[in-house]
Structures are given as C-alpha cells and as structure tokens.
T-cell receptor, first 116, second 113 residues
C-alpha cells in the first residue's frame, strides 16, 4: 500500500526566509508521481509542483523547488523568499499505478504561518 | 477564469435531508473526482469517474452517490446527511489517470443541522 507522511504539523517562518517542508513516501511501484498542493484558508487546492519518479532532475517552479531523494523516498518542498501570502496548509501527495493512477493520496499536511 | 467550478460555495442542509453538490469543468478532462475533507484533515477520495466509468472507493459510505451526465458536469448526492458528513467537498479533474496534476475547484462547505 502507498503511504505519504508529513511529520511537521505546523511551522512559523519569517518573511523573506526559506522554508523546507518534509515529505516521505512509501510505495513498491517503480512508477509514481509526487505533488505538492497549497490550500489557503479559502479552501481551494492550488497545484505547486510535480516530480515524476523517473525524472532525473529536481523539479522547480518559481520560488518552489522539490528536493527529490529517491533512495530515501523523500520529496521535500523548499519555498524560497517566503511571502505573507504563503501562509497556508501544504499537502504532499502521490499517484501511482497501483490504483491505475486513479487516486491522488495526500499526506496529513503542514500548516505554514509566515510572519513579518 | 475558473476551470473547475463548484456550486454552491456554502451549503446548509438538515439532518437526513438529501442534498446535491455540483461541479462543472471547462477543461474537457476525462477524469473527475470527489474528495471529502474534514476540518484539519487531508482530503479523502470518495470516488472518481474515468469518462463514464464510475470508480467507488471501498470505504465510501453507501449514503454517497455520484452522477456524471456528460463530460462537463459531475454531481455528488448525499442521500441522508448525518452530522458526520459536515465537511468541505472538493471536486477535481485531470486529463487522464496518468502522472498528471489534478485541477481543483474552490470546494463546497457543507453544514448539517
């Protein structure tokens, strides 16, 4: 069975600093996709970044980068130069062929609060 | 422009009174999903449609049903809502079931009185 673990329930970070959100996963499938979503208090899930299991390079999207360590089964999100608008819940998620790619399974989430 | 639209944003229903939540998409995606998210928890998949093929999660209560009359629309029916069904309901789409991102709507916050 696939499993996603986010061990940090909440974090405070100062504006303009970088923050790393931890995510580890467990799967026996060689082919899978890893995602990070942001959910502000308004409720909408906003896609941030994607990493495929066969991708050779770490994914980057603007201020977001994914530190993918396949052997350790970790996919940490790094947010550089934090902004007040980054305050939100952040979810790590995974899709894999075990479920015929149908299911996007989420971790428990990390609540990030950016302070001035 | 919104691509996955959920209506209404807030829905209040009475205990046991059937309620329907709606979702529409302008992306022409093949797959549509319904997730339930309770307060301070991760979203939990209820079911998904791959085109017209309905896929129910094993632990989704029978109280929850879904309809997809065409590519653009998908409905979540809760036949007899209980207090435990109060949650945010998120609709999402993806082009295929492969390693692709899901596009989410803004959600419908359901309250049961």
């Amino acid at each position: 069975a696939q499993k996603i673990t986010q061990t940090q329930p909440g974090m405070f970070v100062q504006e303009k600093e970088a923050v790393t959100l931890d995510c580890t996963y467990d799967t026996s499938d060689p082919s899978y996709g890893l995602f990070w979503y942001k959910q502000p208090s308004s409720g909408e899930m906003i896609f941030l970044i994607y990493q495929g299991s066969y991708d050779q390079q770490n994914a980057t999207e603007g201020r977001y980068s994914l530190n993918f360590q396949k052997a350790r089964k970790s996919a940490n999100l790094v947010i550089s130069a934090s902004q007040l608008g980054d305050s939100a819940m952040y979810f790590c998620a995974m899709r894999g062929p075990t479920d015929s790619w149908g299911k996007l399974q989420f971790g428990a989430g990390t609540q990030v609060v950016v302070t001035p | 422009d919104a691509m996955v639209i959920q209506n209404p944003r807030y829905q209040v229903t009475q205990f046991g009174k059937p309620v329907t939540l709606s979702c529409s998409q302008t992306l022409n995606h093949n797959v549509m999903y319904w997730y339930q998210q309770k307060s301070s928890q991760a979203p939990k998949l209820l079911f998904h449609y791959y085109d017209k093929d309905f896929n129910n999660e094993a632990d989704t209560p029978d109280n929850f049903q879904s309809r997809r009359p065409n590519t653009s629309f998908c409905f979540l029916d809760i036949r007899s809502p209980g207090l435990g069904d109060a949650a945010m309901y998120l609709c999402a789409t993806s082009r295929e079931r492969g390693p692709e991102k899901l596009f989410f709507g803004s959600g419908t916050q359901l309250s049961v009185l």
